[in-house]
């Protein structure tokens, strides 16, 4: 059974909430077509600190990606961020995270 994926596209102008555009909250994959919206219930200040690797239920909440639809993606391997089965477990690398989500990060690593 193929899994197609379907898009639709709003033509409206963006609705203007906190300061910020609708559409700056849109995270978008490789084809333009739009995956999730970024939560407004983490700030990239909890997402830095949440350490070098995290759950994925953690990593979709930052993204802003239903958890159902998340973890059919992370199964397909479809994520914009990497993600690794430990067990039966999915981990995410937080610098990872913070790359997909083009929030700088500050930590150096260490050898």
Do not use: W
Not at 27 to 37: L, Q, Y
Not at 40 to 54: H, P, R
């Amino acid at each position: 059974m193929s899994m197609t994926r379907h898009f639709c596209v709003d033509k409206r102008e963006p609705t203007v909430f906190h300061g910020h555009r609708e559409s700056d909250s849109l995270i978008h994959d490789d084809k333009g077509g739009v995956m999730g919206r970024r939560s407004m219930g983490m700030t990239t200040e909890e997402i830095k600190a949440l350490g070098t690797v995290t759950d994925l239920r953690t990593a979709l909440k930052a993204a802003g990606i239903g958890t159902t639809y998340g973890y059919r993606m992370a199964a397909a391997n479809e994520l914009p961020f990497p993600v690794r089965r430990v067990g039966r477990q999915y981990r995410v690398p937080v610098a990872g995270l913070l790359k997909a989500l083009e929030i700088e990060n500050d930590t150096k690593a260490t050898a």
